[in-house]
């Protein structure tokens, strides 16, 4: 092809490819399946700030934090976008957002890749991407955290530098609160029952280990994991292992017939302040730590009973089991 001919050529396949792009990144498109690959998703909004939310119809969570989105779109910092990207579960039902009601993009993670490549694990799950497509934060969609780290994420550079010339150059920063490390003791607590009384995590302590596991009883996938708990609590209660569940963020007078029912004998800790849990920073639910003898934690991960009964088969150095429970996903 004659070179004045193939340049001009050349220019506008650009130009549309940046139109494209723009208009992906600014405009409020229909419902989209994106099932192809991730970067698809994340090259489309290059260059701006990504809030991100992973969730499914039907999730308490995810209706709560669509909501707040829904009202904070208004006050979004120039360069900065949403988009919510709904997830089907492993099993069960799943249902769609009406795209249309929406003041913000909407999508479909159909063949669940994007949420594999960001280790998504519970409904709903709020990311923060920069300019440069960085991930910033990940976790739960807090009203009065989210525009504040959008904000300063939008006010950096590109590159991450803030505007502050004395701030050039240094490490972004990262918003996720870090998981106390394996190794570590577990941070200390006390708390109060289901009956009422206050106890403290060293009187939680089995003389093998410890199951801590965190959950919330309006998350459903916490709700299907309760039998499960209860099994895994009984079945190694004649081997020195305690389970205790924190519950968080919700009163006692709400949970106790719910545990009454679902998980009869098992300790509750009731968290209504999330102290015990930001001590932990945990944001998904249900999630657990296992603690040795001593009190360390020696392995954390999101709760599901064959992982946790695996975790524990291996601490006390025994034999697989071979009893199963359903696999729940968290929320």
Aim: charged share 20%; net charge negative.
């Amino acid at each position: 092809m004659n070179r004045r001919v193939l340049i001009p050529l050349v220019v506008v396949a650009v130009g549309l490819a940046a139109a494209a792009a723009y208009y992906l990144a600014t405009q409020k498109p229909t419902s989209t399946e994106w099932d192809g690959d991730p970067a698809t998703l994340m090259g489309s909004y290059h260059g701006r700030v990504l809030v991100l939310l992973l969730g499914m119809e039907g999730c308490n969570g995810t209706h709560a934090a669509t909501e707040f989105l829904k009202k904070y779109v208004e006050q979004l910092p120039d360069g900065a976008s949403i988009v919510r990207l709904d997830v089907p579960p492993p099993v069960g039902e799943f249902k769609t957002a009406d795209a249309a009601k929406l003041p913000f993009a909407c999508g479909i993670d159909k063949d669940r890749l994007i949420a594999e490549q960001l280790d998504f694990f519970y409904y709903p799950t709020l990311y923060i991407f920069d300019r440069d497509g960085e991930l910033r934060f990940s976790g739960g969609c807090d009203p009065e955290r989210v525009p504040q780290m959008v904000a300063e994420i939008a006010g950096e550079a590109p590159g991450g530098e803030a505007p502050a010339a004395e701030a050039a150059g240094a490490e972004k920063h990262t918003y996720t609160p870090p998981l106390p490390a394996v190794g570590t003791t577990a941070p200390a607590f006390t708390g109060t029952t289901l009956d009422g009384k206050t106890v403290a995590l060293d009187e939680l302590r089995g003389t093998n280990a410890t199951v801590l596991i965190f959950a919330k009883t309006k998350c459903r996938f916490t709700m299907r994991a309760f039998p499960g708990m209860k099994q895994l609590a009984d079945g190694f209660r004649d081997k020195g292992v305690s389970l205790a569940i924190v519950n968080r963020g919700e009163p006692v007078d709400v949970i106790r017939p719910i545990y009454a029912e679902r998980a009869p004998g098992v300790t509750v800790v009731v968290d209504e302040s999330r102290e015990i849990t930001n001590a932990y920073s945990v944001t998904a639910a249900p999630f657990v730590f296992l603690l040795d003898a001593e009190g360390r934690i020696v392995a954390r991960m999101p709760y599901t009973f064959d992982d946790a009964t695996r975790a524990v088969n291996e601490l006390l150095g025994l034999a697989s089991d071979a009893a199963t429970a359903p696999q729940t996903g968290a929320g």
